[in-house]
């Protein structure tokens, strides 16, 4: 005859484990997070340069310690591998 089943911790946990393994993977976390990008607004957003700022206010943003814009460099993945600024990501023209 086999012993009786024991609730031990590392059972708890296992089982605890596989719970939330089936509650993650039968919900959706991004359900209603979409986002609808107008291509043609951005297009014009870029091309009125509103969105653009000089070498030199990037820099004193920098110095400043500002941290709540996104720096997009558009260069190829050569130039960016050879320097780029801390925090900046490449998104090549040539994509």
Do not use: C
């Given at each position: ?91 090549p023209l040539t994509q």
């Amino acid at each position: 005859m086999s012993a009786p089943f024991r609730w031990t911790t590392n059972r708890a946990l296992a089982a605890a484990a596989l719970a939330l393994g089936l509650l993650a993977t039968a919900g959706r976390p991004t359900r209603g997070h979409t986002v609808t990008l107008d291509t043609q607004e951005l297009a014009t957003i870029v091309e009125s340069k509103v969105d653009h700022v000089s070498a030199a206010e990037l820099a004193d943003w920098i110095v400043a310690g500002k941290a709540d814009y996104r720096l997009v460099d558009l260069r190829d993945e050569a130039a960016f591998a050879a320097y780029h600024i801390q925090d900046a990501e490449n998104v090549p023209l040539t994509q």
